[in-house]
């Protein structure tokens, strides 16, 4: 098994593995109710597909991603 490379998407908590949380920022946000089920079966679906956990931050953290990456606003 090769070994995991740690970026922004990786999904995981990197304290386990004795790394910097990359510029994470502790906020809270408000979303529609409707939001929550899909956010937890889509971290089930990644955490299954990728085979390491994630969870709804790390689900809306790469949502975020992709949508200002295809606005231009990050790379």
């Known amino acids: 098994m090769s070994e995991h490379k740690h970026d922004e998407h990786c999904g995981h908590d990197h ?22 089920p899909a956010l937890d079966e889509v971290a089930a679906e990644l955490t299954k597909e990728l085979k390491q956990p994630w969870d709804r931050g790390a689900v809306v953290r790469l949502a975020l991603s992709e949508f200002f990456s295809r606005r231009g606003k990050i790379t």
């Open 15 to 36: 304290h386990d593995h004795g790394e910097h949380e990359h510029g994470l920022v502790a906020v809270t946000i408000e979303l529609e109710d409707e939001h929550i």
